[in-house]
């Protein structure tokens, strides 16, 4: 799940230095929306949330996080950043399901924003910060949706992504539309890596990790699970150094500091910290 996860940020960064960020994102939902159609069913009393998490957790996420990547030389300060979608969760359920946390949760939460800051004032993440921002409301975006997820009742994994899958697909195309431009001109003359990219992104991220990360919270407690994917965004980072340092493909040019070390471990041990203390089964991930 972990590998799958880690991987799906190389591919992504490929993909979107092969096609604009908008159409990237909408054709993988449509790969996803398309093995997904025989989940796709109406829950009455439901669909209200199920269309924001769709449009929050769906259109709106993806489109943070790529163009996170596309405006980020450096993969490993989105992966990171990335992971603040938990403790941004906690203050939203505090604050509007007057959810009570303790003291070890505040100091995860502290730790994990204290990490982003000092990865910020690193002098290469710095020059790079329009990425860390995309990354942010990325983050931000998708701990706003979990909340609506909390509120579902009965709704099967596999029908919440059908429906994620086929209203991000027609809202990013007509982002797309809108605010991106020579679409037929990019798909006809994308290269084999950028198509390879796309179905890579798709089918792993979604086919192996989402359905990886569901079929053990189904088996085991979401304490013991979610730490676990902390993994992915070390594995993303590890990739991204390894591709770097051989000149596998372009546009990676990923870098390691004392300080990013310092930073990085600082937000995973918060996110880690939050993450174990959470109990509600409910909660859906998305990397």
Not at 18 to 24: D, H, I, M, R
Request: charged share 10%; hydrophobic share 60%; aromatic share 12%.
């Amino acid at each position: 799940m972990n590998f799958a996860f880690g991987a799906a940020f190389i591919s992504a960064k490929i993909g979107v230095s092969e096609f604009p960020p908008f159409l990237f994102t909408a054709m993988r939902f449509l790969i996803i929306a398309l093995i997904l159609i025989p989940f796709l069913k109406i829950h009455k009393g439901q669909m209200k949330d199920i269309m924001i998490i769709a449009i929050l957790g769906g259109g709106i996420h993806f489109s943070f996080f790529y163009l996170a990547l596309v405006n980020s030389q450096y993969v490993s300060s989105v992966a990171i950043v990335l992971q603040l979608g938990v403790p941004f969760a906690t203050i939203l359920s505090v604050i509007f399901l007057k959810e009570v946390i303790r003291w070890k949760r505040i100091i995860g939460i502290c730790l994990a924003f204290g990490g982003v800051i000092i990865l910020i004032f690193e002098p290469t993440i710095f020059a790079d910060l329009g990425g860390v921002y995309f990354a942010l409301l990325a983050a931000l975006s998708m701990s706003v949706s979990l909340i609506f997820m909390k509120k579902l009742d009965n709704i099967k994994v596999f029908d919440l992504q059908a429906w994620i899958a086929v209203i991000s697909c027609v809202m990013l195309f007509i982002t797309s539309y809108i605010f991106e431009s020579n679409q037929i001109n990019v798909i006809v003359n994308a290269n084999v890596l950028g198509w390879a990219a796309v179905i890579f992104t798709a089918l792993v991220a979604t086919g192996i990790g989402h359905a990886g990360f569901y079929y053990l919270i189904t088996k085991y407690e979401l304490s013991k699970i979610t730490p676990l994917t902390l993994l992915a965004p070390v594995l993303a980072i590890i990739n991204a150094l390894v591709i770097s340092y051989f000149s596998i493909f372009d546009n990676f040019d990923e870098i390691i500091s004392l300080k990013i070390i310092i930073g990085s471990l600082c937000t995973l041990i918060g996110v880690g910290i939050v993450m174990t203390r959470e109990e509600d089964k409910r909660i859906i991930q998305s990397p």
